[in-house]
């Protein structure tokens, strides 16, 4: 019997939806259990840690197309009640309850808010809770709603039902992917820190969800009487918490840095002090936040023990601490924000008895070694926060790798997505503009004359037709909306509708089934610029004419254009045998598709010599697998000669030993690895008893220890030539130190910050154990390193003037790019690196853009096909470079294997007159996505449909007007803009 | 003085399909109301809204035109909120030429989420316009 094909997701965190969404896109049917009421009612990862002012979490996921093809069933109130069978062959049993409001049938006209006779604070027992993306969710508040039914009365589309039956559903599924949510600790757990006790301390979550529909910080941050505080303390509460109250994942120190900064952005004048215990920002880009910061006048404090006493009547916050040097301090501030960090999951029980997975000492989700989302369970993933403390790239990253593992559990891709209707070619028709007004059930009716609006609109030059229609946003309103296009027999629409940006894929889809392409079509938004804006009818008259008057101008103008299609080549192309190309060679074999593995060393299996025997072993395994794939080539003592294409369509050569290869291929693995950086100073080379970690990993393999070791943190991390942490060395130092100290050692770690992450915290266990640390003056590299002597026979450690003997200094060396073979890659690939060197990704102006950008933006081609991972990518520790690899082979899976593809925004694509254009190749420079190529025969501009996104930088940037987008040409757009002017 | 209070200035707001739009949305949702005398209107990313359509409104009679694109770093295409910053700042320097005042062009960056920074911000600007009086070439003959 083949394996079912659909999986079923319980809880909703970045990871779960992350998986949502890739499963979809590659064809699998999933369903969404949400513990909550409605779609981010359960904490998130994002909200509570970052400062952002959005989350665009379910906003990504393009629900509608996924409902209307099958790919998804959403569940609400959900729980899980049983769970039978095996891995392939899953029965589960669970129940649901769905939203009061079902937003397939829901216009958003806020009747049953108007209606609701019952006051909760300052609005009413139903409520909407805006969502960038996801339509506007109506909850009801039960505890305070009478049942009385007037809002059932009113709702126009019979949408809202306030109370709906429990179900019981049961469903046979191949894999199941626990993704519960975040959870935040409680008052009670921060009670140290006086939350709850007084009106000047608050969490950064709150803070984040204030200004989440503000004007962002200023207003988030205003105190209950209504004062702008001045002095601000930002406090990382799992530094000092009790231990196993929260935990804490590395984004926290980066997220207090973050807030600080806001705050000195918005309070120029404020005094903002981060308190933590160290900074702990190991990822892409949060060293360079670290040393804004010092730059913006933040100051950090580094405390050994904290707690805030706030004061119960006037605003202010006593916080006592001790600093680093054993010093009583207290500050008082008028507004500490607490970034704080996550409970153990409270459904790890439940799960477990469910379907068998096991919890770690932690109360975290256990997972097998060497896998990403793998559980002890057979066909049971877990991913995200659910299994340890993770900072949110890896937790997005888990979506994709979830995906990746889970292959081999699914059945066929059980989703095909539905024919497009064929749409009319209008070329050589008079142009008959169509002007259809919606009425919103008639509830616009009695805002503003609508008939008198239809006679002046029928008035216009061009329009052929005017009508007013009930609403185009409900099943049985778009179908009569395309009839009535249809009847009319136009071939140019104006909808005159409302919130386009949730909306639009329901008024495509009108205009659509009545054959007419999208371009020939202008949506206006009455009900935000017009019914919410005027107060008097004649007002309310004028604007919407204006706005009739340039979407009719901009129709006009309009063309039919057939969608583009470009194929798409189902090879993968490696380059780098290390552990990360490996797997990433081994995982998209697995799935059928055919590898190409180059690899510049005479053997695979990069540098095995950091690895400790269980990972050499790992490494092992997958070089036989590689070997005995049928379906990868391996190339090694070779290097890529040239590459030319783009995604889908990649051209390369191979050079060997013997023969140059030419390899096609549709996406491309960067896996080149890092360099493990060499000391300078500190007697490194002169005195055998000066080492770097691996080295010293290696003597202590041969047994030899010593009485005193010194140990030097961010030696070439952390630096201006090295920006950024190297990540791995902190627990690599820690852990060596810890076996020291078993064999009876005394060892003294000298850091800057201990940037110890992950599921083990070894700096406790090193604490525990007896290593002693001493922090040496970090934040100016000038000065601050200490120094290494000579002393007699042994060695002594010199930091801020005190002398400490020591028998082995070892040296914790970062990890650096491979500075020679990344710019050349990065030349011939055409993908830029990132200012450490590494491979880039999208890190920008946020310090957690890459995570968030992947789910706001999941434009698998973004990257135009090549996937940077592992140590090309950013330092990684041995489990996150197989995460990094496995991520990108699932976002790979997504595109390959599709022959052929449309654009991402099907008919909205940018074309070029190409009698206008000259071939400066000025589009080429600015177009984000590499979209763009000069014909070097021709001299004009090719557009490569599937890269472009539309964004419409080669219009603005074209001298001669030569570029254009689809539904954006100057003929067009500067009519339209004439007209509204009017 | 009478004829300045009565002065209601037409202002055009180009706003991105992301952001933009998204910020008028939320304000809807939230029942925010901006000023009435705003024509919106709504170009796919302000990267491409091209120098010509800035200044086209204000030869056409309009008396402000505000630009708002996603927050740095939050753009739908990566930097095309950071392309029309520098093409406003071009456009400034042209409307000197004609005889405009540069802060007859605003841009700002409002969130998705910030419908309350969108009213604000189109709220702001007519204030400013209203202030800055009409725009000088609608009294000039020689144009």
Known sequence: MPNESTVLIYGTNLGGYRAAYALGKRGHKFILLNRGSYVDEEKYQALAQLPLDFCWICGHMPQRAFKASGAMQDCYNAQLLAVSGEAGHFHVKFKKRDKPVNNFACTECDQCIEVCPVEVGEGKAIRVVPEAGWENCYVIDFEHCTRCGACEEVCPTGALKVERPEEVVEADVGAILLADAFEEPSDDDLRDFGLGQGPSVIRNSEVARRSLLTNFVRDSVRLPSGRMPQTFAVIVTPHFNRPGVEYENYNLSVSAIYRAIRLKEILPEAEVTVFLHDYRGTGKGHHQWYMKALDAGVRVERAETLSVVPDETVEEAAIHYTSLEGESRTQSVELAILVTGQSPPSQMEELSRLTGVQADENGFCRLRPFSCCETDVDGVFAVGELTGPKGNPETVWDGCAALTEMQRYLGEKNVAPGAAPSLRDVAGEPTRVGVFICSCFGQFDDRMDLPGLVERARALPGVSHAEIIEGCCTGPTIQATAERIKESGVNRVVLATCTPLQKKGKYDKAVMTAGLSPLLCEYLRFREDVIQVHTDPEGMLMKSLALIRGAVEKVKRGRHVSPLVDTFDGRALVVGGGLAGLTAATEIAANGFPVVLVERENELGGQTKYLDEEQREYVKGLISSVNASDNIACYTQAKLGQVEGYAGNYHAVIETPTTPVSVDAGVIFVATGAQESLPQGFLYGEDPAVMTQAELAERMKGGETADHVAMIQCVGSRTPEVPYCSRLCCNQALEHAILLREQGAEVTVFYRDIASYGKTNYYRLAKEAGVSFIRFPGDDVETGYPEVRRNGAGLEVVSEGESHPADWVVLSTGIVPDAENNEALSELLGYPLDYEGFFSSDISNYPYEEAIKKLTKPFELGSNGIFPVGLAHSPRSFEETILTAKDAVGRALVVIGKNKMPPPNKMFVAAVHESLCMGCGVCVDVCPYGARVIDEIERVVKIRPFLCDSCGSCVAICPNNASYLQDFKGEQSVAALDALLV | ?143
């Open chain 2, 1 to 143: 003085m009478s004829e300045e209070r009565e002065f209601v200035p037409k202002i055009v707001y180009f706003m991105c399909s992301w952001c933009g739009t998204g910020g008028a949305e939320t304000a809807a949702a939230h029942h925010l109301r901006y000023p009435e005398n705003v024509i919106p209107s709504r170009v796919n990313c302000t990267g491409a809204l091209p120098a010509v359509h800035v200044i086209r409104p204000l030869i056409e009679g309009a008396d402000g035109v505000v630009i708002s694109g996603c927050h740095p770093g939050d753009c739908h295409y990566d930097d095309g909120n950071f392309r029309a910053r520098r093409r406003v700042a071009l456009v400034k320097s042209l409307l000197d030429t004609l005889g405009l005042e540069p802060e007859r062009v605003w841009f700002r960056y409002v969130a998705h989420g910030e419908g309350r920074r969108f009213v604000d911000t189109a709220a702001e600007f007519n204030d400013h316009i209203t202030r800055l009086g009409p725009n000088p070439l609608k009294t000039r003959s020689d144009t």
